[in-house]
Every structure is written in C-alpha cells, then in structure tokens.
C-alpha cells in the first residue's frame, strides 16, 4: 500500500456543463496542476482528480432551452469543451469524475443512507429565495436591487439575475449542529482554510449560527438529480450531490483500500464564490460520515474584467483557446500563475499578457535558453565543456540557484505560486546578466581564454538545468525541449528529477551532447 505520508490528493472544483469553459474555470485547473506536478517533483506519489458538476436545475434549463435532454447536453458539452480543455491547458490529471457515473451516483446514496441512519436527516418544511446560476438558497445579504431590465426585481449578487421564492417540504442535513465542532476545528487547525482573509471570512459566518440545510427537492418540481434512497419521490440537492465527488472518485463506499489510501486531499482547491460550501457544509458532512477532514481548504481569487467576476453569463467570458491558440499553453498558465497574487483577484488584460509574455518568457528565459545552447555548440560543437577553476561569478550562480530551489520550495508550501515563481526568476534574471558582464563571445576570440569559456558555459548550462527543473511544473512543454536539448541523455526524465536535489552542482557531464532548439518562446507578430 502507498506510503500516505507521500501521498499529494489534490481536487479542483467540478465543473458545471451548462457552458463551455472560460479562463477563470482553466485558472482554477492550472493552479491544482502546477502544485500536484510540484509535488510530483519533490517524489510524492501525487494525485489530481477534476470533473464536471452535471444534476440541477441549471443544467436541466439549460439543456431544455437547447431542445436536448440533460444527459445528452451533459455527454456532448463533456466531449467537446470540458475534455479538450484539459488538453489545451495541458493539465495532468490522474482522473476525471462525472457526477452522472455509476460509481458516484451508488456511493452518494450510501452516504446519504449512512448519515439518515445516523439521525443527521430530517423532513421538515422550507420558503426561501433561490438563485438557480448558484444552486443555492440566498440569505438578504446576499441579494441587490436589481437593474436595467431586472429593475424592481431582487437579484443574486454574484448572478445579477433574479432569485426565485421556493416552499417546499424537503429532507434536512443538521447542519446547525455542526457550528460548534466547526469552530473548534478552524481554531485548532488554522490553515484549514486559507488564505487568511477566506478563513476570517468562514469563521465569522459560522459564529452567526447555521441553519440547517435543505438537502433534497421534490420530484414534483424537476427530477434531474440522484434518488433519495429511502424517499423516491425526492432527489438530492445538487450540491450534496456534487461535493461527494471527491470521495466517490477514489473509492468510497465500494473500494475501500483504494480509499483509505488516499483520503484525506493535501488541498481542495475553489473559487472564493463557493468557499462556504466546501469549508463549511463540506466539513460538517464528512464530521456527520465519522470520515477525516481534507487539510485544507483554499480560495482563490476571481479573473476579473472590467471590474467584475468574469462570466458567460455575464458575456464577458474569454475561451482558454483565444489565448492559447496564440501564445501557447506554457505561457497561458505562467501568465496567470505569475501576475496574480494567488488567494487574491486579478484583472485581466491582453497588453498586460503580451508585455510579460515579451519580457519574460521571449526576452528572458527563451533567450536566456537560445544563446547558451547556441554558443556551446558554435564554440564546443554541441557538447557540454568541462569547467575549469570555479570564480565568485561563477560560485554566486550556484549560490542564487540553491536560494531559487529553497525559496521556491517554500513557497509552494504555503500556496503562494506566484512567490514561487518570482523566486525562480531572480535565477533567471541572475544568469542573463553573469553573461552580460562575462561575455562568452569576447572570452571566445581568444584562444588562451577557451577554459574560462569552458567553465562560464558550463555555469549557464547548470544554471538552465535547475531552470528547467523548477519551471517545469508550470512550462511543461517548453522546460522538456529546453531538457531533451541539454540533459535528457544523460539524467533520464525531466519530470522525474526531484526539487530537492536540483541545486545540486555538476550533474551535466563533460562531453554529452547539447542539442540546438527552436525558439521556445517565439516573438509574436502584433496584428
Ligand atoms: N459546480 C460548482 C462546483 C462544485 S464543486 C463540488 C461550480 N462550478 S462552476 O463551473 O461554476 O465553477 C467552477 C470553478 O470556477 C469555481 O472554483 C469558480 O470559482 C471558478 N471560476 C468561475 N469563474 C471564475 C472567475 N471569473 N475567476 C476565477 N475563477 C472562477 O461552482
């Protein structure tokens, strides 16, 4: 059985079909896939599960409005927008849940049976507003006048559409029993949720009380969810419904070794917008189910343009592909992994994209790579020099390295991608100026210098080594060629070499091959 102690679980929200996806769902997925891959790195056995979110209302709505059936909407939009955006964004994981699998659809009612049996269900009675794009009832702080065509009308805050008033005779999750054990776990554990201002956030709410929770509509209303087990007239709130992907995927209910030996995730990562969910009605479940709590919980902030969440539904939605299709999935995920502070929001813009785009991935590191692998092949042909006598230049380079491995490494611990990122930068920005100010090229026109050059290309190429070490959780695709041309021969594969050792100094060895490359980073015409 795997050691548990090495074991990385890492889950993304899922995704509802309603619509295809927009860069804020893919923003989600690459901040999960660049910290399992991260992780993956340091030798953990690692594991990242991400899905579609496919009962509700909103889906059977939208799928009636398209003269379709749910599951037919749900099948089509899984295959032809949620899979391939895995693709495009060129994201690692190792499964994928629909909430309409068997295998979720039979484990959610023996946990709902299992929690009935416990005396955590009830019936009861409920009235309330409902906001359908939320699946969710909402309290008057979380609704607004609405405007322009919705003027007179109260609105979702988040939605900008109208709530709708629901009474109904439903089942009820005790959650109102759960406040207390709640706080008690976030005072003794303050990095379940995070970042700070999310679990202050969670933490105030809780201490206002909870009510209980609605947890199943009538059948009389719409029928597209799962069967309440005891109560076929019921089917279960999709949210309940949703949150049990993470535990049906590895196994609960029906594999119980493959379970235990991953349950509980590292990190569960979500937008702010459904923090409560997965930080407070998600870890009264699992304390009702007697199951462990995830580690922790962290919300991110929101893409925002103009000002505002983006979303389709506010048609301010920007496909994945019009980014990558341009300037590749590498720069994609560095872009927005690099200019937000991760935990926090971030605005959007295509200059801002094609300026960092420009300074550090095509000036910076892309150059960095092309002149070092053209200048040991002009001037050793094509195979790595041996380094001869090690000066303070060439001792600070291993030195800023070691500092890029450490700081980035800690980094990751505490979620902060973006630190993670600008640490491995000072590296990069650390060799383009060493070879500025050691000029390979004048060392070159003299024949009496050619172990100085030895030793010089020799540090940049180390230094690129570490350099694709360290990006290759986010850059993938460029950091494996950057690999294949200098390493691959004799270090074996990229993705397998450990965070931990990458510092170390002198693993390329004298006389392998270094390979030309194209460009990794090529400079893109402005239209
Ligand atoms: N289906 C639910 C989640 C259920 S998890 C058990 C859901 N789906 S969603 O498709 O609406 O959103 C999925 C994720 O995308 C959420 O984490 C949400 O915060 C994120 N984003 C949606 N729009 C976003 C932005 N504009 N910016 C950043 N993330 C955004 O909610």
Redesign the pocket.
């Known amino acids: 059985m795997p050691n548990k102690k090495n074991r990385f679980y890492a889950t ?8 295809a ?5 893919a ?2 997925e690459v901040a999960a896939d660049v910290l399992t891959r991260w992780h993956h790195q340091r030798g953990e056995e690692s594991f990242l599960l991400t899905g ?2 496919e009962h509700g209302e909103k889906i059977l709505r939208t799928a009636a409005a398209n003269n379709s059936t749910p599951q037919a909407w749900a099948d089509q939009l899984v295959k032809s927008a949620w899979l391939p955006l895995l693709e495009t964004i060129n994201i690692n994981n190792q499964d994928f849940i629909r909430t309409t699998e068997p295998r979720h659809e039979r484990n959610v009612q023996k946990f709902l049976q299992a929690l009935y049996d416990k005396g955590f269900i009830y019936q009861g009675s409920y009235e309330g507003n409902y906001c359908v794009g ?2 969710e009832y909402k309290t008057d702080a979380d609704v607004m006048p609405g405007e322009g065509e919705y003027a007179g009308q109260v609105v979702c805050a988040i939605h900008s559409k109208p709530i709708e008033k629901l009474s109904e005779t439903n089942y009820f999750f005790k959650l109102s029993e759960f406040a207390k054990p709640l706080l008690d776990y976030y005072e003794a554990h303050p990095n379940f949720v995070q970042p700070e201002s999310a679990r202050n956030e969670v933490v105030a709410f809780v201490r206002r009380g909870l009510d209980d929770l609605s947890i199943s509509r009538s059948k009389e209303k719409f029928d597209w969810g799962i069967d309440i087990p005891w109560d076929d007239s019921h089917i279960t709130y ?2 309940f419904d ?5 535990i049906t995927a590895i196994g609960y209910g029906e594999d119980e070794a493959k379970f235990k030996s991953i349950w509980p995730p590292k990190v569960q ?6 923090l409560r ?2 930080a407070v009605i ?1 870890p009264a479940m699992l304390m009702a189910a007697g199951l462990e709590l995830p580690k922790q919980v962290f ?7 103009g000002g505002e ?3 389709k539904s506010k048609l ?2 920007i496909a994945p592909s019009q980014i990558t299709d341009t300037f590749g999935s590498d720069a994609f995920r560095f872009y927005f992994m690099r200019a937000i502070a991760f935990g926090q ?1 971030g605005s959007f813009s295509w200059e801002d994209l094609s300026a960092r785009y420009e300074s550090d991935l095509a000036n910076g590191f892309g150059n960095l790579a092309s002149r070092v692998i053209a200048m040991v092949n002009r001037y050793f042909e094509g195979s790595v020099p041996k380094h001869g006598h090690y000066t303070d230049a060439d001792k600070k380079i291993q030195q800023v390295a070691a500092k890029a491995v450490a700081d980035a490494d800690a980094a990751i611990e505490k979620l902060a991608i973006h630190e993670a990122i600008a640490a491995i930068w000072v590296l990069v920005d650390e060799l383009n100026g060493y070879i500025t100010v050691q000029e390979p090229w004048a060392l070159a026109k003299d024949e009496a210098k050619r172990d100085r050059l030895a030793t010089v290309l020799y540090t940049c190429l180390e230094g690129l080594r570490v350099l694709a070490i360290l990006l290759a959780p986010v850059m993938p695709k460029a950091t494996n060629a950057l690999w294949n041309a200098i390493a691959e021969i004799n270090l074996g594969e990229l993705e397998d070499q450990p965070i931990s050792k990458a510092a170390v100094w002198g693993q390329l060895s004298h006389g392998a091959a270094v390979r030309e490359i194209e460009a990794l980073f090529p400079r893109i015409e402005q239209e």
């Open positions: 993304t929200p899922i995704f509802y079909v309603n619509d996806p927009h860069i804020g769902h923003y989600t579609t979110d939320c699946e999709v949210w949703a949150l049990l992907n993470y990562i979500v937008g702010k917008d459904i969910f997965h998600w919300g991110h902030g929101w893409l925002l343009v969440k983006m979303s301010t939605g929001d």
